[in-house]
């Protein structure tokens, strides 16, 4: 059945979610699903702007056929070739043979690799900044590579001011009927999940995308997940990107991250915990990396100023869940923070060295205090030592 809504002027909304994926790129745990948008013009031209993924496919081909009313496919354009967006291209095709699917050089050559079947003669080859015309209104195209894969880009309807922004600007969690921003109670920590570990990667071509976006001053920025950002929304988003995409923290606060076999490095990280707390520092969150999922953890540290990392040597070397945790976070290119380590020692190793190597490539990661080390467990006279590992924590967040 099709279930669709307006976006504005014979723009519409022809997505949908799903509630049964469990995880994001078979990756991200979705603890409340994830919305695939797609968004259909009616105009003198009809155009699709990118499909849907496979779990979802039926009600989108619906909605596309209620819409139309009879009419023909014009144009399918194709921002994203990630099968969660791409994954409905051949069925659109079927149904609509004479559709011209509009791409660039390296939105076709990757679907060529993914799809068998489509003819060449139904491509439409675009450049940066080419415009097409549907009869009342434009549509321009604008290159973000990396923003999050080479072929990425962004559509731009001039009549209107929207920003078609393919996976920039979205959000994990399924749509509950509400569509737009000023519709829902916006969670700013998934949407910050989502950034933080699926577009952060490559901050620069975010920042030269953001450029292109300003020059064109969209006033709705409609992405590929989550809801339709409106109103001040727009600029709300807009300055997040800004602030994630050069990688500087949100506000002041400390996350501790360990990992810990037997509880006796947990301990020393919950008693830091209590120092920074009695020294008034209220934004504190401790994570156990072997028991959440690191995406949630690199979603904090993008939000907070300092990083405690707490582990124990394994095999004489950095506990596994540890390493994971902390090679994604350095691959993500997080940088300007201020660091310091918990290291557990019962018999030696090398873990301490190993988790300052995998940052030795980021910017500007400050180590604020003396690394603290336990061994076994930590022991009263290491009290003191403790507090004054807080006390730097604490003078360098003033500094902030
Ligand atoms: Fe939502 Fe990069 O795909």
Redesign the pocket.
């Known amino acids: 059945m099709h279930n669709t809504r307006l976006v504005c002027d014979d723009i519409y909304w022809i997505g949908a979610s799903d509630r049964i994926v469990a995880r994001f790129e078979n990756m991200f745990p979705l603890s409340d699903g994830i919305a695939y948008n797609s968004y259909l013009i009616l105009d003198e031209k009809t155009a699709v702007i990118d499909t849907v993924d496979n779990a979802v496919g039926e009600v989108f081909l619906e909605n596309i056929e209620y819409l139309l009313q009879g009419r023909t496919l014009d144009y399918l354009i194709v921002n994203?070739m990630?099968p969660?967006?791409c994954a409905n291209i051949r069925n659109v095709v079927l149904r609509y043979p004479d559709v011209k699917i509009v791409g660039n050089a390296k939105t076709f050559k990757f679907l060529e690799q993914f799809y068998d079947g489509i003819s060449s003669d139904s491509y439409l080859l675009i450049k940066d900044k080419d415009v097409l015309n549907l009869g009342s209104r434009q549509l321009s195209f604008h290159l973000a590579p990396m923003v999050?894969?080479p072929e990425v880009m962004v559509t731009y309807e001039e009549k209107n001011n929207v920003l078609f922004s393919s996976?920039a600007f979205?959000n994990f969690g399924a749509l509950n009927g509400n569509i737009f921003s000023d519709e829902v109670e916006f969670n700013v920590n998934e949407f910050r999940r989502y950034y933080s570990n699926?577009i952060a990667r490559f901050g620069s071509n975010v920042q030269a995308l953001l450029k292109k976006i300003h020059a064109l001053n969209p006033k709705i920025i409609a992405p590929?997940?989550g809801v339709v950002h409106v109103g001040s929304a727009v600029s709300s988003v807009l300055n997040l990107y800004h602030l994630w995409s050069s990688y500087q923290s949100e506000c002041s606060g400390v996350v501790i991250a360990y990992a810990s076999m037997y509880g006796n490095t947990a301990e020393a990280c919950q008693k830091l915990a209590t120092y920074l707390a009695m020294r008034g520092v209220k934004d504190i969150q401790i994570f156990d990396v072997s028991h959440t999922h690191p995406s949630y953890i690199i979603e904090k540290v993008f939000k907070y100023s300092h990083l405690v990392v707490a582990t124990p040597n394994y095999n004489t070397r950095l506990y596994f869940p540890m390493e994971s945790f902390l090679s994604e976070l350095a691959f993500l290119n997080i940088q300007n923070r201020k660091m310091c380590f918990i290291t557990n020692m019962t018999w030696g190793g090398t873990a301490l060295a190993q988790a300052k190597e995998i940052f030795a490539k980021n910017k500007n990661i400050e180590y604020i205090a003396e690394d603290f080390n336990i061994q076994s467990s930590m022991k009263e006279n290491q009290i003191s030592e403790l507090t004054c590992f807080a006390d730097a924590i604490l003078e360098s967040l003033k500094e902030k």
């Open positions: 994203h990630e969660d967006h999050h894969w996976d979205g699926v590929l997940h």
